[in-house]
């Protein structure tokens, strides 16, 4: 019975995942992860860390798919456009 809970909560976590793309200037960006950062990381876009999805790769470390999934292919996502003469670190005010 246990097991089945973690298959569905896992499955669930999968389907609906805490992270999620955007669309800057028309362009839709996708989350990315470890494995997946060449191809997927924009330098002119600015990302973040997804706290859930951190938190989920841990709780769920025991089936090994869900750190691999989580880490490796969806751990930031995009926020915002980077600022021509941005620094890293600057606060940008709105």
Aim: aromatic share 16%.
């Amino acid at each position: 019975m246990k097991k089945k809970i973690i298959v569905i909560l896992l499955l669930s976590v999968f389907l609906f995942g805490c992270s999620k793309t955007k669309v800057i200037h028309g362009v839709e960006y996708d989350t990315y992860g470890l494995f997946n950062s060449e191809e997927k990381k924009n330098p002119n876009i600015v990302y973040e860390i997804v706290w859930g999805n951190v938190f989920w790769g841990i709780v769920g470390f025991e089936s090994i798919i869900a750190p691999i999934y989580f880490f490796g292919f969806d751990v930031c996502q995009p926020v915002r456009w980077r600022q021509p003469n941005e620094v890293k670190g600057q606060a940008i005010r709105k």
